[in-house]
């Protein structure tokens, strides 16, 4: 069985999720409610073993596509996972891709070396939630690392090979770094290069700590005009090649697809239009 909560990145809908890790070794950003209820803990082999029994006795498929939690299953030491990449593999024949969370101080914490080898072993996209590339953003929400500290986890995840998924959350900086959010998430994303770019909107957890931050004044949301304002803004400002650009999650006002750089142009100016309509998606809660 699962250790509730799970999640898993949109894209891996279809995946068949095997739980080797227990909520985040970091847990402590300030927007983040998905694991605080749990404890930071790595399965044993036979806690393992018994979970993969599990799914093959529940999942009625081979599976194509195979997504490891919970939080940062990275983190697990090399010869760790290289030996459970090589079980699962050997357990899940069929499947064509493993994937998992990274956070940025699991690829900093690790050789290039040792990166290349987990790749080899099978361990094929990474995602990591850069949530902002902003300094003071990043130090607000008690991120754990600075941008500089972003930009080289990413790039070092794709010199090692892996494909390399980032996430930034608009309106994470409120009001207060609206301007400074855009444009410094935008120099990150720009510098690392990845093959997938996902933009979600931020929807505050009621009982999270930057719900607390907001009731205090400490911050202010960000209205949904100057969400679209903030998107316009870093999507203007980013330099990419060939990455895969989506803003198509139920928190996005539009939703939006392309290839940028290829697209920029057609998807600022369709962000644009929406703003100046005021027709897009009708508000969601802000607070959850
Ligand atoms: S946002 Fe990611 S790194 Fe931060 S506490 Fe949540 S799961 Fe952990």
Known sequence: MYSMPLFRPPSEAGSLIVQVTEGCSHNKCRFCYAYKC??????????????????????YREPEK????????????????????????????????ISSYSGPLDLLNKSDEDLKLIREAGLELLYMGVESGSDKVLSMVQRGVNQQQMIDAGRKAIKAGFKFSCMII????GTEYMEEHALES???????NPHYFSL????????????EDIRQGKLHLLTPLQVLD????????????DCIFRANHVSNYVSQAGTLNR???????????FRDSGNFRPMGRDIL
């Not at 803990?41 to 393992?48: A, C, F, N």
């Open 66 to 97: 195979i997504f490891l939690a919970d939080g940062n299953a990275l983190c697990l030491k090399t010869e760790r996972l290289i030996e459970l990449l090589n079980y699962i593999k050997s357990e899940f024949p069929t499947a064509r891709r």
């Open 38 to 59: 749990k404890q930071f803990r790595v399965k044993s082999q036979k806690e393992i073993e018994e979970h993969v029994k599990w799914l093959k006795s529940y999942y």
């Open 200 to 211: 979600l909107r931020l929807i505050v957890e009621e009982e999270s700590e930057l719900a």
């Open 186 to 192: 935008a120099k990150v994303i720009s510098a690392i």
């Open 170 to 173: 608009s309106g994470l900086g």
């Open 263 to 273: 697209d920029k142009d057609m998807l600022v100016a369709r962000l644009k239009k």
């Open 230 to 241: 903030e998107n316009i803004m870093m999507l203007e400002n980013m330099e990419l090649e």
